[in-house]
Structure formats: C-alpha cells, structure tokens
C-alpha cells in the first residue's frame, strides 16, 4: 500500500486491485463503498489470462478514511493485491476530448519484437497508448491500441510512419479515426483479380490459349505507363480471339478464392452487410462468384461472344478506375448509405479512386503507391483480417459464423 497521506477534508483515491480473476470481486470491492458512502467516480477492469486488474477511482471523506483499510482486508481475504494512490490534482484526472485514433496489428504472430517496434513508433509521434485489446484467440495474432493525438495534431505523418513500419516488418498496421463510422460500415466492395481471388483470370485464360507472353508484355508496357487501362484491355481481350467459351467457364468454374475470403463474405453476410465486387476483369468470372459466395453485386466487363467464341472486343463501357468509383457510388446511392459507410478493397492502380471514394480504403496485398494512397493495407493477413478492422474479435466472428 502507498505510504502517502490523504488530504484533509473530501479525498481522491486511484485504487488498484490485481490477482487471479473469480467471480464476485468487484461485486465485494463496490459493496465496502457502498455501504461506507465511498463514491465511485470511474472504473476500468481488464483480465489477461486468468488475471484481473481492476481500477477504481474513488472520492472519500476524511471521516471515512476507514473504507481503505477495509478494501485492503477484504483484497487480502480474495488473495488480491491492492494498492491506492492519492489525486492531488483532479483536473488532471478528467477525461480529455482529444482526437482518439484505433492502431490495428495484424499478423501471424505478435511478440514483443513487433510490439515494441510499434509501440516505439507511436511514441516517436506522440500517440499516447490509452488502451490495448487483445483481438485474436489462441496465439497472439492480432491487437487493436486506442491512442490520443494532440488537438492540433496532424496524423498524417504518424500514417506514414506506421505505414513504414508495415512495410519492413512481418506485421500489418491500420491506422483509423475512431468514431461512430468506424463501427457502421455497411458496404463492402472488393477487386477481384489478386483481391478476391488469388490469380488473374485474363492470364489463365491467355495460358489456356497459348498467348501468356503476348499478354504479359501488354501488361507490362501498361505498369509502364506507355498505355492507359482501356487500350491495354483491348490489346489483351484481341489476342484472346478465338478462344472457346466452354474453355473461359471450365476457368471460372475453378478460381482459387484468396485467403480468408469466403470466411470474411459469409460474416459480412451475416452482420447484414452489403457486398460487391467490382472488376476490371470479366463478367464471367465475376457473376460466378457472385453466385459461388452470395454476394450481392456484381460489375465486370463483357467480352462479345459470337458463335461460342471470344471475338476479341468488349461490349459497353470498359470497367476502368473512373467507372469503379461511379459504381461504387452508385451501389452505395441505392442503398441509401453513405460513403463515409463504405469499404473498399484492391490491389492495383485501376482500385485507386475506388479506395479514395470510400469510408475505408484498403490495398490488400498492393504495390507501393497503392499502399501509400489507401487508408490502410494488408499485406501479411488474409481477406477476413478486414473484420478485425471493423473492431471485431476473433471470439465475436466466430459467434457470428457459427450462427444459424
């Protein structure tokens, strides 16, 4: 116990009590200044595996200083550890209205190396940690650290920082303004090619016609920057021509579905979610996941088919970066949600303004300048990370997939 004196007249006491967790300790600790006219003016409690920590603070009067010693014998009897210290200030002791932010880490495993780089990050830039939860179950997976910045702070450059951190580390960070949308989102659109799945279906189709290469270097000339989107679209679909169409859906049929995805769709359904996918790819890929998966929406270009066979053009507008962003916000519009309820999720430049658009904006498994434009990204996770960010628990979604 703390040897300091208590002021004279109305004191102010932080208690805390620490010991193995059992129920009944609060219910005996509250019932003691209850009965003694102690006032309750804040509590926080938190277990770690077994082990309860419990805060209170508590304002006495100099006549009922007896309350302390009957905390300490009633923690005793429980085989808790109780210490108290006096509040001198108790301005200092209000909570703050400060700008509070929500710092997710994610990855395979969590340990004090990658705990102690971020944590030293956050110092660094004057995040002040105001709580930590743990996310995952089992082994150490996935943590979600509430910090205050100063008013007049910019968080952009800890974004950086962190952002930084993610990319020469084994872990991902997400960085979000904590605030009623953080919780409501309502709406989930993801890329397909390398996002929902985890090729490029043009590509398997171009090696199942014999024209890889041909379509990897019109790839490449476009991440080059010597032709935009559409035009490389229409060079690729040409050199597919000819090929059957019973060949592109045996294709469909089989695409490898990436990491986590078909867990983070079915939560997402069941949260009562809307969901999407958006691509710049084609429509035949896209509506057999649609179907596959139970998602609601579905946009996707259409290559023209003459007598079972790819003719090498596209119908209607092609799915470019500008038409996703219109998509996105038409899909939002008629369901009545707002963007700022919106998440969206890509790998590519094509997913740029689609990210900007939305509430939440995630490069998943990205290149660079996607990783640095987007909200946050994840690299080492797989899809259903995505919930994590959301602020659920692995014991939440497990509840929520186990559902009927």
């Known amino acids: 116990m703390s040897g300091q004196t208590l002021a004279p007249k109305a004191s102010h006491v932080i208690v805390t009590v620490s010991g193995p967790d059992r129920p009944g300790i609060t219910a005996r600790l509250t019932a003691i200044l209850a009965d003694m006219g102690g006032l309750l003016l804040d509590i926080e409690q938190v277990v770690v595996r077994g082990h309860l920590t419990l805060g209170m603070l508590i304002g006495i009067q100099q006549e ?3 309350v302390l010693k009957e905390l300490l014998f009633a923690a005793k009897e429980l085989g808790m550890s109780l210490d108290f210290h006096p509040v001198a200030d108790m301005e200092g002791t209000q909570p703050k209205r400060v700008p509070r932010y ?3 880490a994610i990855g395979k495993s969590l340990g004090a190396v990658e705990i102690h780089a971020l944590s030293t990050t956050l110092a660094e830039y004057h995040a002040n940690i105001a709580k930590i939860s743990r996310l995952s179950h089992g082994e150490l997976r996935s943590i979600e650290v509430h910090v205050e910045l100063a008013e007049s702070q910019n968080p952009g450059p800890l974004k950086e920082a962190l952002l930084r951190l993610g990319m020469t580390s084994s872990f991902d960070i997400a960085l979000q303004r904590e605030g009623i949308f953080r919780r409501s989102k309502r ?7 390398s996002t929902l799945i985890s090729i490029e279906f043009i590509d ?9 290469d041909q379509v990897a270097a019109v790839t490449e000339a476009a991440m080059a920057g010597e032709m935009d ?4 679209l229409r060079r690729r679909l040409a050199l597919l021509a000819g090929l059957d169409v019973s060949v592109m859906k045996r294709i469909a049929a089989e695409l490898p579905l990436t990491e986590g995805a078909e867990r983070l769709i079915r939560a997402l359904k069941r949260l009562g979610y809307r969901t999407a996918v958006i691509s710049g790819g084609f429509s035949v890929a896209a ?3 649609k179907a596959q998966l139970g998602i609601d929406y579905a946009y996707s270009n259409t290559p023209e088919i003459k007598n079972g066979k790819l003719t090498g053009r596209v119908l209607g507008a092609i799915v470019n970066a500008r038409r996703k962003a219109e998509l996105l916000d038409t899909i939002a519009q008629s369901e009545g949600i707002l963007l700022d309820q919106v998440i969206a999720v890509g790998d590519g430049a094509n997913d740029l303004l689609m990210l900007e658009n939305a509430g939440l904006g995630i490069a998943f498994r990205a290149k660079l300048k996607l990783r640095a434009a987007a909200d946050t990204s994840i690299s080492a996770g797989g899809l259903d990370s995505i919930l994590y960010l959301l602020g659920l628990n692995a014991q939440e979604v497990d509840e929520v997939l186990a559902s009927p």
């Open 64 to 66: 009922d200083r007896g």
């Open 287 to 289: 509506e057999m996941l």
């Open 229 to 232: 989107y559409d035009e490389s």
């Open 187 to 193: 709406l989930v659109v993801l890329d397909m090619d």
């Open 204 to 212: 398997e189709l171009a090696r199942a016609h014999g024209v890889l």
């Open 102 to 104: 929500v710092v997710t």
